[in-house]
C-alpha cells in the first residue's frame, strides 16, 4: 500500500495522514470548499476538492471520492468516523473498484451496523443483554403491553441510530405513544429508517466500551476499556482508560464477550463493543461501531499501539504482530472533546473566527486538532475543535495534568467546552469515580460555570483582531463596544 486516501476532513484526517507518513505511505485529501484552506489538506500530498461545504454534496459523495482514487491510483481508502466510515454500500463500490477498504468487510457492517441485527448476533452468542423487544416495534399496544412487562424508566431506540438520534426516554405509560411518535420521526429524519425497539433503562448507568482489534488470519484481541459516561445528549465529552470501577476479572470478562462479538462476525480491523455497566456492576451488550472512534487516543496512549498503523497493517494482510497475553495497561489517560457549543445555552453550537486558539503543551499531552487561529468554525459539520488527551502515572495524575492543559489552553472567539470539562474534573462525583452517564442531570446547571477571564479574553480578542486586520478608526469604535456586549454570545446558533 502506498498511497491512501483520506475520506474524512478536520483532525481526523491529519491525525491519519500523520501515521501514513510515518508507515512511508502517500497520502491524498478531499475537501469541500469551506476546507479549501485547512491544515489537512495542506498537509496531504495531493488534495482534491470534491463539491459545495454540505456533507451531502462533498464528504458523503462516495462515487465521486471513488473518482479520485482511480484518477491518482490510489490502493486504499480510510473513512476515519462519521459520514462514510459505517456505510457497507460504500465499502462494497470501494472492494468492487479494486481498492482496499480500510475497516471491516461490508458484511461485517451491515450485520453489527444495524442495532436488532447486532443485539441477535450477541444474543445467539450469549452475551449478557438488557431486557427489552427481540425485534422491531411500532404497534402501540404491543409496545405498551411490552412496557409494562420490562418496567419502567425504558428506552425506545433507533435500530439504525447513533450519537442518542432516534432516543426517547419514557418514564410512565401515559408518556409511550408520544415518545414513540418522536422516536419514528426522528429515525427516519436521520437516517432513513423508523424502526424502533424497546430496552429497561438501568439504574445508575455508565457507558463503557472495549476497543477490540482483528487481522484476517482469526486472531483477535482486546485492547482493554474506555470509560465514557459524561456525556451530553447521550453524546460524549470526557472519556477515560481505564475505567476506575471495573475489576480486572470483569475487565477480563467483558474484553472476552468483546472478541467474541467481533468473532461472530469474521470481524477484522479496529472496532469497538459497547456495553451498559449498571449500579451492581452488572454488564450488557449496546452495540458495535464498525469503525475507529473519536475517543481512541486514550487507548493508544495506555498501550502504547498507534491504532491507525494497525488499521492499515491489518488491511494490508498482515497478521497481529502481538497476542492478549502481550498487552498491558500503563499509567492512565484522559480525554476531553474541544467543542464549539455553549455549556451555558444547553451545549448548542456556536460559530465564530478562532481569534485566539493556543493550545497546551508539555510531558503526557496530546492535541488532535485541524484547526488553526484565525480559521472560521464552519457550521456544516460537526462542531469538535479539537480533542485535549493527557496520560498520567495514574488516575489523579491524569486529571491534574488535565486541568493544567485545560487552563493553558487558549480560545477566543467562540464559546467552548472547556470551562464545563474542568467543571467535571473538579467535582467530587467524577473525582471518587461515582458518577454515570446521569452525571450532568444531577449535579451541572449553567450558572455553575463563572464569567471570570471572559472579559479579560474578550478584549484580547479584539485587541488581536483589530492588530492583524489593520481597521480604521471607524471601526475600531464598533469593536470596542464588543467588549461590552460580547458579539459572540450574540451569534450562538438558536
Not at 274 to 296: G, I, P
Not at 418 to 433: K, M, P, Q, R, Y
Not at 480 to 486: G, L, P
Request: net charge neutral.
Amino acid at each position: 500500500m502506498k498511497k491512501i486516501l483520506i475520506a474524512n476532513r478536520g483532525e481526523i484526517a491529519l491525525r491519519v495522514m500523520r501515521s501514513a507518513k510515518e508507515m512511508g505511505i502517500k497520502t491524498v485529501a478531499v475537501f469541500s470548499e469551506a476546507d479549501r484552506n485547512a491544515p489537512f489538506v495542506r498537509y496531504a500530498d495531493e488534495a482534491v476538492c470534491i463539491g459545495p461545504p454540505p456533507s451531502a454534496q462533498s464528504y458523503l459523495q462516495a462515487d465521486k471520492i471513488i473518482a479520485v482514487c482511480k484518477n491518482l491510483n490510489v490502493d486504499g481508502i480510510h473513512p476515519g468516523y462519521g459520514f462514510l466510515s459505517e456505510n457497507a454500500d460504500f465499502a462494497r463500490k470501494v472492494k468492487k473498484a479494486g481498492i482496499t477498504f480500510i475497516g471491516p468487510s461490508a458484511e461485517a457492517m451491515d450485520m453489527m451496523g444495524d442495532k436488532l441485527s447486532a443485539k441477535a448476533t450477541a444474543k445467539k452468542n450469549k452475551i449478557p443483554m438488557i431486557p427489552g423487544s427481540d425485534g422491531a416495534i411500532s404497534d402501540l399496544k404491543e409496545a405498551t403491553k411490552l412496557a409494562k412487562e420490562i418496567g419502567f424508566p425504558l428506552l425506545i431506540k433507533a435500530s439504525a441510530g447513533g450519537g442518542g438520534k432516534g432516543m426517547r426516554l419514557v418514564e410512565k405509560e401515559t408518556e409511550i405513544e408520544e415518545q414513540m411518535k418522536m422516536a419514528i420521526s426522528e429515525a427516519i429524519s436521520a437516517f432513513g429508517n423508523g424502526a424502533v425497539f424497546i430496552e429497561k433503562y438501568a439504574k445508575g448507568p455508565r457507558h463503557i466500551e472495549i476497543q477490540i482489534l482483528a487481522d484476517n488470519h482469526g486472531n483477535c484481541v482486546y485492547l482493554f476499556e474506555r470509560e465514557c459516561s459524561i456525556q451530553r445528549r447521550h453524546q460524549k465529552v470526557i472519556e477515560e482508560a481505564p475505567s476506575s470501577v471495573l475489576t480486572p476479572e470483569l475487565r477480563k470478562q467483558m474484553g472476552e464477550c468483546a472478541v467474541a462479538v467481533a468473532k461472530a462476525c469474521n470481524y477484522s480491523g479496529a472496532g469497538t463493543v459497547e456495553f451498559l455497566v449498571d449500579d451492581k456492576l452488572n454488564f450488557y451488550f449496546l452495540e458495535m461501531n464498525t469503525r475507529l472512534q473519536v475517543e481512541h487516543p486514550v487507548t493508544e496512549m495506555i498501550t502504547g499501539l498507534d491504532l491507525v498503523k494497525e488499521q492499515i497493517k491489518v488491511a494490508r494482510g498482515e497478521k497481529l504482530s502481538f497476542t492478549q497475553n502481550d498487552l498491558k495497561i500503563n499509567g492512565h489517560a484522559l480525554e476531553v472533546r474541544v467543542c464549539a457549543e455553549d455549556p451555558a445555552n444547553d451545549f448548542l453550537p456556536d460559530i465564530g473566527k478562532l481569534l485566539v486558539y493556543k493550545t497546551p503543551s508539555g510531558p503526557g499531552v496530546r492535541v488532535d486538532d485541524g484547526f488553526e487561529e484565525g480559521m472560521d468554525i464552519p457550521i456544516y459539520y460537526d462542531p469538535m475543535i479539537a480533542k485535549l488527551v493527557v496520560h498520567g502515572a495514574d488516575r489523579k495524575d491524569a486529571i491534574s495534568k488535565m486541568l493544567r492543559a485545560i487552563n493553558d489552553y487558549k480560545i477566543v472567539g467562540v464559546e467552548t467546552t472547556l470551562d464545563f470539562c474542568t467543571f467535571v474534573l473538579n467535582h467530587e462525583a467524577f473525582i471518587s469515580g461515582k458518577f454515570d452517564t446521569g452525571f450532568i442531570k444531577k449535579y451541572f446547571t449553567p450558572e455553575m460555570l463563572t464569567d471570570s477571564g471572559n472579559e479579560n479574553d474578550e478584549a484580547l480578542a479584539i485587541v488581536t483582531s483589530f492588530i492583524f486586520s489593520s481597521q480604521k478608526e471607524t471601526q475600531s469604535n464598533a469593536i470596542v463596544q464588543d467588549v461590552k456586549k460580547s458579539k459572540w454570545r450574540q451569534n450562538r446558533l438558536e
